[in-house]
Nanobody
Framework: QVQLVESGGGLVQAGGSLRLSCAAS????????MGWFRQAPGKERAFVAR???????YYTDSVKGRFTISRDNVKNTVYLQMNSLKFEDTAIYYC?????????????????????WGQGAQVTVSS
């Protein structure tokens, strides 16, 4: 069982930056694929980024060049650095853990690939 706790959300002006953190419990963190998803009001939860156990990464097109996912296996934490934030980035951001260490592009982007979810962190970007 893995428990995930997100932090770092908040209110920021367009063009600003935030860093989300996701602290994971358990001993096998380094073997998990870790993802970030987001859900805007009235929309379905959508893929943002993933980092696998081999540090390979995937991003949704709308955040490429602005967001960076990283992990610290000593601290059992995954991060999402968000720069040049836009109003349309406003959403609840969820951290997720996948027991399969490495996946291809398609599997990495699917909600059903992930076994554990955090409670979410609100990110609000004012225009």
């Amino acid at each position: 069982q893995v428990q995930l706790v997100e932090s770092g959300g908040g209110l920021v002006q367009a063009g600003g930056s935030l860093r989300l953190s996701c602290a994971a419990s358990g001993r096998s963190f380094s073997s998990y694929g870790m993802g970030w998803f987001r859900q805007a009001p009235g929309k379905e939860r959508a893929f943002v980024a993933r980092i696998s156990s081999d540090s390979s990464t995937y991003y949704t097109d709308s955040v490429k060049g602005r967001f960076t996912i990283s992990r610290d296996n000593v601290k059992n934490t995954v991060y999402l650095q968000m720069n040049s934030l836009k109003f349309e980035d406003t959403a609840i951001y969820y951290c997720a853990a996948d027991r399969f260490s490495v996946r291809g592009s398609s599997g990495s982007r699917s909600l059903t690939s992930y076994d554990y979810w955090g409670q979410g962190a609100q990110v609000t970007v004012s225009s």
